[in-house]
């Protein structure tokens, strides 16, 4: 049986910062100029794609990215997301492959959302990959204070505290 260790070896996966494995996939060569551009102060490229993986008691912990995101589902288990918008609305999706159980395939997640996933099934793993347009920059990428979220959120402490922690268990 093909497990996390067995993509993380074979995909080249490496430690990210939010949590989980990641390898990025393709960078378009097409960019769009800052005008063109909401929230960058530089050019970017049009779109960016990542594999992502989540194994065991791993957490996407809570980021926010200036661009739009898209994870698509590619094999494992189901992961659950915890998406805040920029209204403090808190949507939670199922990224998975099943249909009948409201699970998507692919989840999409706005410009400017905090956002966390979580495993469903905490013996398995998650292989996805994630597009982001425009493309993925480091410069884009936030990773949250806990604490300032829980002032602006109080009404979602406990997820927000649930997907704050790192566990590598």
């Given at each position: 049986m093909k497990n996390a260790d067995y993509w993380i070896k074979h995909l080249n996966l490496i430690p990210h910062p939010e949590g989980g494995h990641y390898k990025e996939t393709?960078?378009?060569?097409?960019?769009?100029?800052?005008?063109?551009?909401?929230?960058?102060?530089?050019t970017r490229r049009s779109a960016?794609?990542?594999?992502?993986?989540?194994?065991?008691?791993?957490?996407?912990?809570?980021?926010?990215?200036?661009?739009?995101?898209?994870?698509?589902?590619?094999?494992?288990?189901?992961?659950?997301?915890?998406?805040?918008?920029?209204?403090?609305?808190?949507?939670?999706?199922?990224?998975?492959?099943d249909i009948e159980n409201n699970e998507e395939l692919q989840v999409f997640i706005p410009a400017e959302s905090w956002f966390a996933a979580e495993l469903i099934d905490k013996t398995s793993f998650c292989l996805m990959s994630c597009l982001v347009s425009p493309g993925f920059e480091w410069d884009d990428f936030e990773l949250a204070d806990i604490n300032k979220l829980i002032e602006q959120y109080p009404a979602y402490t406990d997820i927000l505290k649930l997907c704050a922690i790192q566990c590598n268990e």
């Open positions: 393709y960078k378009s060569q097409i960019f769009l100029s800052k005008g063109d551009l909401n929230n960058c102060v530089t960016s794609l990542i594999y992502f993986l989540l194994s065991k008691k791993e957490k996407s912990t809570f980021h926010r990215l200036k661009s739009d995101e898209i994870w698509i589902f590619n094999k494992g288990t189901s992961v659950k997301i915890y998406i805040i918008d920029k209204k403090g609305n808190l949507l939670i999706e199922k990224l998975g492959h």
